[in-house]
């Protein structure tokens, strides 16, 4: 059992539709950070978030940390194809020496 | 060029090989690691590096060891290749001293395939 769990594994669209993916864990973290991988490219940064509640948003991507920091969410309005990716979370538990614990990932394709 | 840059990109080795990854970045990050990815399983951590003096295992280390050889660099190895070992290898930095510490920069990746 990972320590964060990402819902779904994967998720298949059409351009247009709306698209959440989860990230839950039953630890409590000091932060977490989502990030975007594309095929053979490393993950790059989206957003961090640090306070519970905390929702931020990037265009058409809205991320929020639950009031608890156990949980996080990205959704994504009017998905592009542009969107497609793996979707990390990332958590940061300062017990944890400084060092990110990641997600299993969403595998996003949207759908021209 | 890359601010954080692997090599090989691909590999391909057999079975008890030993094989290096490498690894040089530009950003100036004192903090360097590696890690790990498999379907479905997300990145793992194998070591990182807080310093040119400082070696950590981190959660999968066994069959990997790495040398900091500067601040720009740093290796893993795998002293006897076994199958298992497939995987999605990145290396990655990030700035302690920045506003977004912990925030890693990673390379765009190094495939092994251990027949």
């Known amino acids: 059992t990972q320590l964060l769990e990402q819902s779904p594994q994967f998720l298949s669209i059409q351009e247009g539709e709306n698209l959440t993916v989860y990230c839950n864990s039953s630890?409590?973290?000091?932060?977490l950070q989502w990030y975007r991988q594309e095929p053979g490219e490393g993950p790059v940064l989206l957003v961090t978030?640090?306070?519970?509640?905390e929702v931020k948003k990037l265009k058409r991507l809205t991320f929020q940390f639950g009031d608890a920091r156990k949980d996080s969410s990205l959704h994504i309005t009017a998905a592009q194809p542009g969107d497609t990716g793996l979707y990390l979370c990332?958590?940061?538990?300062?017990?944890?020496?400084?060092?990110?614990?990641f997600g299993g990932g969403t595998r996003v394709l949207v759908k021209p | 060029d890359a601010d954080v840059t692997q090599t090989p990109r691909n590999r391909i080795t057999k079975t008890g090989k030993r094989i290096m990854l490498e690894c040089s970045q530009t950003?100036?990050?004192?903090?360097m690691y590696w890690y790990r990815q498999d379907p479905g399983l997300g990145l793992r951590l194998i070591y990182y590096?807080?310093?040119?003096?400082?070696?950590n295992k981190g959660e999968i280390s066994d069959g990997y060891s790495v040398s900091r050889q500067a601040q720009a660099k740093f290796s893993l190895s795998l002293e006897s290749a076994i199958p298992n070992q497939t995987a999605l290898y990145f290396c990655?930095?990030?700035?302690?001293?920045?506003?977004?510490?912990?925030?890693?920069?990673f390379g765009a990746g190094s495939r092994l395939t251990v027949l």
């Open positions: 630890s409590v973290f000091s932060s």
């Open positions: 590096s807080f310093d040119v003096k400082d070696i």
């Open positions: 950003k100036g990050h004192d903090r």
């Open positions: 990332a958590g940061l538990r300062g017990a944890a020496g400084n060092k990110l614990t």
């Open positions: 978030v640090v306070t519970g509640g």
């Open positions: 990655a930095t990030s700035d302690p001293r920045a506003a977004g510490a912990n925030v890693l920069t």
